[in-house]
Every structure is written in structure tokens, then in C-alpha cells.
């Protein structure tokens, strides 16, 4: 049977870092979630403010299933033992074992990643509005179909739950839409919603960074170097549009396309063979330095059904790539269509379109991708740290400002 872990796993155990600045003084602070780790949205923005806040001076206890962090990050990780599949089984006892480990170790300011525990908690961090969002399964099978809905029910029944009875005086939204949709479905919290927006290390996804590293990718896959390169980066392929790309590729002559990330690749290179554009695909799987990535193409494609940050766009742009995305959560705080890229739809030849007019327009392809830049350098993870600092500080001394 599953248990809690007896003992706290020391990441490391390296000398204090000096504390804040600015009058705040750090306090300790306990992250709960599933998984914290260099690679995933969720999970890279949660890597970032644990070792952000360490930064600062706040000594952090992690509880968690997962925590993978660099050697000298002084971050103390309780693991909560037991399945983490099939998700079905590993949520619940997660949130059983998990809500024992936050009662044994829980340090100053608690923040729980979602509905994770049932604990009183003091922020609850908003990744996605379950409410709204319809995961699909990376095989589009009827079992596989019916047994996400199930687990969607699932979450939005713990949700619900959660911003009932957590206790929270925050819940903290990665991106404007995610707060609106919390507000629209749960009006009596709307108070307590607000945004910090999730960052992106614009030192490390920066425009000719990575130049060597790019070429050395192109010459594995075997792209010429007169052909255009778009990139499409993620996972949960059919609810990011990957199909519309390809699509599209028939009628973009001029393009090849990257696709990093893991899904059904077989039935994506069978619809790739149908449409004569199997050449002109490159899968690369999962890429844990996805900017190399973003180095070697010429434009990013996402038509994603829906997003609540989507930090590959922000990646993409920071990059210095102009941006093709359908107009969801993060995106709209992003790009403005015609300026820093192209809000487009999901839809083959309007995508097809964008890519023929990027093409025909070197000139305009660096105009849009130094605006997608220019318009990302905002969005850093120091930022977003700042703002959580702020937050936890505030709850810790119960001030109300």
C-alpha cells in the first residue's frame, strides 16, 4: 500500500542565499503539486519559482510526487509515495497522502497547485480552469475518449470543491483568461482572483543564441538550407491543431515543419503520406532545450483549440520567431495580429496562407519576430517571482495591502 515518504528528500544542502530586498522579509513557503521539473509548462513554471524564491531568501518545502531540481537549490522535498498511474488511481490517493504529508510538514505560506489536497490552504495556483478545459487523450480512442471524460468530471468536481472549501485567500491565475474564466464560474471567489503571469527566460530563448547548436540539427534531419522551417512544439497533438499544419503543408511549397513533442505520431505520419507531405515533416520527440529548436525555424505554428499561458508561444517569441496561434489564453496578452505575428485560425489554408505571405517576405518575417520578441521581454520569471514574493510576504505578515 502507498504511503507518505518518512523522511524528507534534501535536494541539497547548500548555504543560505541572501535574503530579499526591498523591506519584504522572506518567509518560508510549501509548494504541493504533482511534479516540478525543467520540461512541461506547469511544471517548468513551477521550477522556476521554487529556485526563484530560493533566490530571495525563503526557505522552501516542496511536497510532491516529483521534484527535479539543480544540486545546490537548498529546497527541502517530501515525496508522497504511491501510483502515478493510471491517473484515475494516483489522483485520489495523491490527494489522500498528499493532504497527510501537508498536515506532518506544512511551513509558513501553503500554496497548492490546483485541487491537490484537502487542507486548508493560502493560495491555490489557477494552471487551468477546469470548468472550461476538455483534455483529450493522445490516441483518439473510444476508451481512451471516455475514460478523459471521466477524469474531467473528476476535476471539475474537485474544483469546485476546492474554491468551496480550501480557505484560500488567493487564487493565483497564470494569464488574464484563466482569471476571467475563474471569476465567470466562480463568482463568489472573484475577489480573491488575481494574475501572475507566468515568465519566459529571455536570456536562454533569445534571437542567434543558439546558432551552432541549430545548424547541427538541421544537418541531422537533413533539411536543405533553402528550406523554411516551422516549428510546432507540444504535446496532446489533435487539441493543438498539429493536423491543421500538416494541412496546410501542401499548399506552402516553401516550408518543411518541425514537430517536438510527443502524441500519436503514427497516425500524424500516416495523414502526412495521405497528403504527399511526408518528407516535409520532421519529428523530433520530446526535446528537453526546445530553443534550439525555435533557432532553426523560421516561424512558430500553434492552432491550439485552447491555452491557458501556452509558454512555448512565449518561448517562441522570445526567440525572436514570428508567431501564427490561435487567439486563446496568453496568446491574446501576446501577439497582436499583424504586428508581432498572426492570429490565425484552425484551419489548413488560413494557416497556409499566413505561411505563403511569410515566405514571399523576408523583410516582414523579421519585422513580426523582433515584435514578438520586444513584446515577450516583459513576461520574465523574475517578475513572476517578484509577485509571488510579494503575495506570500503580504499573507505571512497579514497585511492587506
Excluded at 496546410?248 to 516553401?254: Q, R
Excluded at 520578441?373 to 517578475?383: G, N, T, V, Y
Aim: aromatic share 6%.
Amino acid at each position: 500500500m502507498a504511503t507518505v515518504a518518512d523522511r524528507p528528500t534534501p535536494i541539497a544542502a547548500d548555504a543560505e542565499p541572501p535574503a530579499g530586498s526591498g523591506g519584504d522579509q522572506p518567509c518560508e513557503v510549501t509548494i504541493v503539486a504533482h511534479d516540478i521539473g525543467p520540461v512541461g509548462g506547469m511544471e517548468r513554471q513551477l521550477h522556476e519559482l521554487v529556485l526563484g524564491l530560493r533566490r530571495m531568501g525563503h526557505p522552501v518545502t516542496v511536497i510532491g510526487w516529483r521534484c527535479e531540481l539543480p544540486q545546490g537549490s537548498g529546497v527541502v522535498f517530501h515525496r508522497v509515495a504511491g501510483p502515478r498511474r493510471p491517473f484515475l488511481l494516483g489522483y485520489p490517493l495523491f490527494m489522500l497522502l498528499g493532504s497527510l504529508a501537508v498536515r506532518r510538514w506544512r511551513r509558513g505560506v501553503v500554496q497548492s497547485t490546483g485541487a491537490l489536497v484537502l487542507n486548508h490552504v493560502d493560495v491555490v495556483a489557477i494552471h487551468c480552469c477546469h470548468q472550461v478545459y476538455r483534455g483529450m487523450p493522445k490516441r483518439s480512442t473510444a476508451p481512451l475518449r471516455a475514460y478523459a471524460r471521466l477524469m474531467a468530471a473528476i476535476k471539475r468536481f474537485a474544483e469546485r470543491m476546492c474554491v468551496r472549501w480550501s480557505g484560500a485567500s488567493a487564487f493565483v491565475c497564470v494569464s488574464d483568461g484563466v482569471a476571467e474564466e475563474m471569476r465567470r464560474y466562480y463568482p463568489r471567489a472573484a475577489k480573491r482572483v488575481t494574475t501572475i503571469h507566468n515568465g519566459v527566460d529571455t536570456d536562454v530563448f533569445a534571437p542567434a543564441a543558439h546558432e551552432r547548436e541549430a545548424s547541427a540539427l538541421r544537418a541531422s534531419i537533413g533539411v536543405a538550407e533553402q528550406r523554411l522551417l516551422a516549428a510546432f512544439v507540444g504535446g496532446s497533438w489533435e487539441h493543438k491543431g498539429l493536423a491543421c499544419v500538416i494541412e496546410a503543408l501542401p499548399k506552402t511549397p516553401g516550408w518543411d515543419l518541425l514537430v517536438a513533442g510527443d502524441g500519436d505520431q503514427q497516425r500524424y505520419q500516416q495523414l502526412a503520406r495521405d497528403l504527399g507531405v511526408a518528407d516535409a515533416v520532421h519529428w523530433l520527440g520530446v526535446v528537453r532545450e526546445a530553443q534550439v529548436v525555435y533557432a532553426l525555424a523560421d516561424a512558430f505554428v500553434l492552432p491550439s483549440r485552447y491555452e491557458t499561458f501556452s509558454l512555448v508561444t512565449f518561448e517562441a517569441a522570445a526567440s525572436g520567431l514570428p508567431v501564427l496561434a490561435t487567439p486563446v489564453s496568453g496568446v491574446r496578452e501576446l501577439i497582436v495580429d499583424g504586428e508581432s505575428g498572426f492570429l490565425i485560425a484552425r484551419d489548413g489554408a488560413a494557416i497556409a496562407e499566413r505561411l505563403n505571405t511569410l515566405a514571399a517576405d523576408p523583410a516582414l518575417r523579421k519585422r513580426l519576430g523582433e515584435a514578438a520578441r520586444q513584446a515577450a521581454l516583459p513576461f520574465s520569471w523574475e517578475e513572476m517571482v517578484a509577485k509571488h514574493h510579494q503575495l506570500y510576504t503580504r499573507l505571512a505578515t497579514g497585511s492587506s495591502t
